[in-house]
């Protein structure tokens, strides 16, 4: 079966600490995407990294981070130097694909509610 | 800016009543996908359209129905509409590549009062 856990309901830091979100997920497929999304308090979903299930390079994106493993079927992010602005819901991701891209609906975890405070 | 558009921002209305959610895609997208956020669900899959035609059903109630139009805009469809279909409605559309990326209209906040 398909499904995203993130355990992690909140978390709350101080700012300059850094901060990882667990997600771990279940499929049955081989090949499959795994996303994260941040949902600030506005409510917008916005959209923050990618992953194929055969690239377990993690990724670096200032301070943001990616922790891939296909092992542990986990899809780790983590903030380095948290900051207020990064007080948000983050969401984790799957999507199972087909050939051709018609389907790949989104399954999301639960959600894990970080406050950065000053 | 995701680029993705949705109308209206908030709606508010009574038990019974039907309304109507609109999504415009982004430019060049066919996908369009539409999603329901609530408290004790989460974010939930409801409907994939793609070019005009149906693709998948997810978790979409029978009181719920969406289309997709030529000009690739899709309407959510919510008609004998009950307190539990208060949520978060949120649009997404995706590129015509087999690994695109979702990107999110800013959503629909219904409220059934």
């Known amino acids: ?33 795994l996303f994260w999304y941040k949902q600030p308090p506005s409510g917008e979903l916005v959209f923050l990294i990618r992953r194929n299930s055969f690239d377990e390079q993690n990724e670096i994106s200032g301070r943001y981070s990616w922790n891939f493993q296909k092992s542990t079927s986990s899809f780790n992010f983590t903030i380095t130097a948290s900051q207020v602005v990064d007080s948000a819901v983050y969401f984790c991701a799957l999507s199972e694909e087909n050939y ?4 790949g609906n989104l399954i999301f975890g639960k959600g894990t509610k970080l406050s950065v405070k000053p | ?43 939930q899959f409801l409907i994939h359209y793609y070019n005009g035609e149906e693709r998948a059903k997810g978790n979409i109630l029978e009181r719920f129905s969406a289309q997709q139009f030529p000009d690739l805009h899709s309407e959510l469809n919510l008609s004998s509409l009950e307190l539990g279909d208060s949520a978060l409605y949120f ?9 695109d990326t ?10 059934v009062l």
Do not use: M, N
Request: glycine share 12%; aromatic share 8%.
């Open chain 1, 1 to 33: 079966a398909q499904k995203v856990t993130q355990a992690q309901t909140e978390i709350s830091v101080v700012e300059k600490e850094d901060v990882t979100l667990d997600c771990v997920y279940e499929t049955r497929d081989t090949t499959y995407y």
């Open chain 1, 100 to 103: 051709g891209g018609s389907q």
């Open chain 2, 1 to 43: 800016d995701s680029g993705v558009t949705q109308t209206p921002k908030h709606l508010i209305t009574a038990t019974g009543q039907r309304v109507t959610l609109r999504c415009s895609p982004r430019s060049g997208d066919l996908s369009v996908y539409w999603y329901q956020q609530s408290l004790d669900q989460g974010l």
């Open chain 2, 91 to 99: 649009c997404a559309s995706r590129g015509t590549g087999g690994a």
């Open chain 2, 102 to 111: 979702q990107y999110f209209g800013p959503g629909t906040r219904l409220t």
